[in-house]
């Protein structure tokens, strides 16, 4: 197959252009526009392959969308391009409206267009792939609830409200024009090549930096966390063999508060790069975010009942995975680090004490 992966450079994508050139005939084409999060080192291990192309192409630009689309040819669209972290929405939320919602706008009448012109047999297999998050659902605090796909929206941040509405957007694309689409909605992830704004990469850098590991409000917030690859896996079942119009849930049924979070990778450390006082000694609680979402939590029966999909690491495994990786790959980090990233950390978490 042909797929284009939108978003290819980023922490998500770049996992799911590894695995898919890692582990099948297809060829890939990414489309990224390499904002600060996007980054082509994490495709280094792939991008000498035959198979693997790459665009710098930004997807609210039509004419540039089409151009690549007709040229390659795909049989599936994943669409993974977004803003997609929440204290930035919070901080500035006209890119999230441009790039979720307008983006995702221009890339389904581009899609439209493309398929509308191919030979039946090339509609059967086509397929455009939505990749989601959990945060439209909003929050669970209080009930021991899961989100299932039939959970309804609740989005609190400008993030999660410009996701809902790409999803609703998709959704309405296959209903009325009848562009074949699915939909999955992950938990957080975490894992290898992760833009150190989040949290996990976050507190593994200011620890081995001795600086304050910032942690919001009393640190009891509630998420699921899944591995990257696991994610990248799952994704690619679902754009090759999931029922047109399908929605699925995928989690790693790793609920976790973020403080405990934060301490694993404390004793992580301690063990793997000892220093001379414990890591957990950095941890500092700040101010909470605006708005801040208490529980998510993801019911995963139904790709794995329809599927066959579980997840392959526990959080434990997983996290061990990860921090090897940062400590492994520090030619990566300082690439990040010299650039957005200190710029935006030391504005944003240095004076939230």
């Excluded at 050139?21 to 080192?41: K, R, W």
């Amino acid at each position: 197959m042909k797929i284009i992966v939108t978003g290819g450079a980023g922490f998500i994508g770049s996992a799911v252009v590894r695995h898919i050139i890692e582990n099948t005939v297809d060829q890939v084409l990414v489309l990224d526009s390499l904002t600060y999060a996007g980054n082509l080192a994490s495709l280094k291990t792939v991008n000498k392959d035959s198979r693997f192309s790459f665009s710098k192409t930004d997807i609210t630009d039509k004419a540039a969308v089409m151009e690549q689309i007709n040229a390659f040819q795909p049989d599936v669209i994943m669409h993974l391009a977004a803003e997609s972290h929440v204290d930035r929405s919070i901080d500035g939320p006209t890119d999230f409206i441009h790039t979720n919602i307008i983006g995702t706008f221009t890339l389904l009448e581009a899609a439209r267009n493309f398929y509308d012109k191919l030979p039946a047999s090339k509609q059967a297999q086509f397929r455009f792939h939505h990749i989601s998050t959990d945060e439209v659902y909003g929050d669970l605090e209080g009930t021991t609830d899961l989100f299932t796909e039939e959970t309804p929206y609740a989005p609190s941040s400008p993030y999660s409200a410009s996701k809902a509405s790409s999803d609703h957007l998709v959704r309405a694309w296959h209903r009325t024009y009848g562009l074949p689409v699915v939909i999955t909605n992950c938990s957080n992830n975490y894992g290898p090549y992760h833009f150190p704004e989040k949290l996990i990469p976050l507190v593994i850098l200011n620890a081995l930096a001795g600086k304050a590991l910032p942690v919001y409000g009393n640190g009891q917030q509630i998420r699921d966390w899944l591995y990257v690859e696991d994610h990248a896996r799952a994704l690619y079942l679902v754009a090759t063999q999931a029922e047109i119009g399908e929605t699925y849930n995928i989690g790693g049924h790793n609920e976790k508060k973020n403080i405990e979070v934060v301490e694993a990778i404390c004793h992580l450390l301690d063990e793997l790069q000892p220093a001379d006082k414990k890591y957990s000694d950095l941890i500092t609680y700040v101010n909470d975010r605006p708005g801040h979402d208490l529980r998510y939590a993801i019911d995963a029966e139904k790709i794995h009942a329809d599927l066959g999909w579980k997840p392959i690491e526990t959080f434990e495994s997983g996290l061990r995975k990860t921090v090897e990786w940062y400590l492994n790959n520090n030619e990566w980090v300082n690439d990040v680090k010299s650039g957005a990233y200190m710029s935006w950390v030391e504005k944003n978490y240095e004076g939230r004490k």
